[in-house]
């Protein structure tokens, strides 16, 4: 069985839903990350639900016990090593599913995804995502490009497995969703060109990473 999140049209940028773009929904104490490299704010990515495995899966991100929330620095894209889980040029932070709500969003840097997309959760009888998403492309009509990644699950690499280490108690960290560019070149997220993101966390430690490959 495979979860596929899959394109449910543009979104509220605000909503407490699964969603890639708009603003994050934060803590209280939540400060916006800054890259590493140049020092400045990163681009939000998108919000996940991070649960325990067989969970229902609804669209609102508040049914999780947890949010995990994806930031990748875009203000020179490929000079600061976005891609690596652990270079500094991008974050995934792990919240509670409660007592969020939005950031104020910096005025400089590329902060933002030029489109809030709404997301579904699809269930399909098939292990392999290539095969998963072709199915539901073929069953819905849809362009698989309106397949936006996986939730849950096991990923599916376009390299080599990579699962990082979690920092603090040094165990491979527990995979949470792959995402797909977007629908939409015009507004999709930068994987270096037809890329694909992967992002982790563990729970018990309250840590996330992120990292891509193409």
């Known amino acids: 069985m495979t979860t596929l999140m899959t394109y449910a049209g543009p979104a509220d940028d605000r909503a407490p839903v699964i969603r890639t773009g708009g603003v994050p929904l934060v803590p209280a104490a939540f400060t ?18 991070v649960d325990d495995p067989g969970a229902h899966v609804s669209g609102s991100v508040t049914d999780a016990r947890h949010i995990l929330s994806v930031f990748m620095c875009q203000n020179d894209p490929g000079l600061c090593e976005e891609w690596d889980p652990f270079a500094g040029g991008n974050q995934a932070f792990l919240f509670p599913g409660s007592g969020l709500a939005a950031v104020v969003v910096p005025t400089d840097g590329v902060t933002l995804v030029p489109e809030t997309c709404g997301i579904n959760c699809a269930a399909v009888d098939e292990d392999d995502y290539h095969t998963a998403r072709s199915q539901w492309s073929q069953a819905h009509g849809r362009p698989v490009r309106d397949v936006l990644g996986q939730l849950a699950g096991t990923p599916s690499w376009l390299q080599a497995d990579e699962t990082p280490a979690c920092p603090s108690c040094g165990r ?43």
């Not at 916006?32 to 639900?49: D, N």
């Not at 939409?184 to 994987?191: L, V």
């Open 32 to 49: 916006w990350p800054l890259c590493a490299t140049c020092s400045g704010p990163m681009m939000f990515l998108a919000q996940l639900p």
């Open 172 to 214: 491979a960290m527990g995979f949470v969703a792959q995402l797909e560019e977007g629908h939409d070149h015009r507004t999709s997220m930068n994987f270096g060109g037809g890329g694909r993101g992967y992002a982790f966390a563990c729970t018990p430690c309250g840590k996330g990473s992120f990292l891509w490959q193409c």
